[in-house]
């Protein structure tokens, strides 16, 4: 029996739990995108950003669980991936202990927000959009677990369709397409959580 097989039945099911909590979050996300835009942009940007970046984290949270199984096969795109999912949990999480903080002192977070907050944010993504490229290459060379790799490769793809739409036609246009790829994203992370439950 393959490796990876072997340990991939050891790994507790909450791999699979968070994927598909991440998965919700990105459909309450997406709903929350589309109402806003039928309200005329009235909703504040906060109500889909939120379950957003939740379910970014709780995707992050998924990818832990996935180290152990994939990191006998291609240990430096495991090593890579869980240090890129470091990275990205260190930032989210400064980013919002300051949003909390101010919540706190002042009741409102100060704008414009400082440009080392815009800097974390930055950071998050791209570190969220690096581990799940590599998780998804670790994946890939396995034969067992392919189906994983490919899963784990579409929301890098949506990510790439989105930055390659941000350098051609500019950020607001990048952007706009929060309301489709985020659709595919949480489809997709329910399925890896299916998919990871069998």
Same mark, same amino acid.
């Given at each position: 029996?393959?490796?990876?097989?072997?340990?991939?039945?050891?790994?507790?099911?909450?791999?699979? @739990?968070?994927?598909?909590?991440? +998965?919700?979050?990105?459909?309450?996300?997406? *709903?929350? #995108?589309? %109402? @806003?835009?039928?309200?005329?942009?009235?909703?504040?940007?906060?109500?889909?950003?939120?379950?957003? /970046?939740? +379910?970014? %984290?709780?995707? /992050?949270?998924?990818?832990?669980?996935?180290? &152990?199984?994939?990191?006998?096969?291609?240990? $430096?795109?495991?090593?890579?991936?869980?240090?890129? %999912?470091?990275?990205?949990?260190?930032? #989210? +999480?400064?980013?919002?202990?300051?949003?909390?903080?101010?919540? #706190?002192?002042?009741?409102?977070?100060?704008?414009?927000?400082?440009?080392?907050? &815009?800097? $974390?944010?930055?950071?998050?993504?791209?570190? /969220?959009? $690096?581990?799940?490229?590599?998780?998804?290459?670790?994946?890939?060379?396995?034969? %067992?677990?392919?189906?994983?790799?490919?899963? #784990?490769? *579409?929301?890098?793809?949506?990510?790439?369709?989105?930055?390659?739409?941000?350098?051609?036609?500019?950020?607001?246009?990048?952007?706009?397409?929060?309301?489709?790829?985020?659709?595919?994203?949480?489809? &997709?992370?329910?399925?890896?959580?299916?998919? $990871?439950?069998?």
């Amino acid at each position: 029996m393959n490796r990876l097989t072997m340990n991939t039945h050891n790994v507790p099911c909450w791999d699979a @739990r968070f994927f598909m909590i991440a +998965g919700v979050f990105m459909l309450i996300n997406t *709903v929350m #995108l589309w %109402a @806003r835009f039928y309200l005329d942009h009235q909703l504040s940007i906060l109500w889909p950003a939120i379950p957003a /970046v939740i +379910g970014l %984290a709780a995707g /992050v949270f998924g990818l832990f669980k996935l180290y &152990t199984p994939v990191v006998n096969n291609a240990p $430096l795109m495991a090593k890579s991936g869980i240090s890129f %999912a470091f990275l990205a949990c260190f930032s #989210l +999480g400064s980013a919002a202990i300051w949003l909390f903080g101010m919540s #706190l002192l002042y009741g409102a977070v100060p704008q414009p927000t400082p440009q080392w907050f &815009t800097l $974390l944010i930055v950071v998050f993504m791209v570190a /969220v959009v $690096l581990a799940f490229l590599c998780y998804a290459i670790a994946f890939l060379r396995s034969e %067992a677990q392919r189906k994983i790799g490919y899963l #784990l490769s *579409v929301p890098v793809a949506m990510w790439a369709l989105m930055l390659v739409v941000c350098s051609i036609k500019g950020m607001e246009a990048g952007l706009s397409l929060d309301y489709y790829t985020n659709a595919v994203i949480s489809v &997709t992370f329910l399925a890896l959580g299916f998919s $990871l439950r069998k």
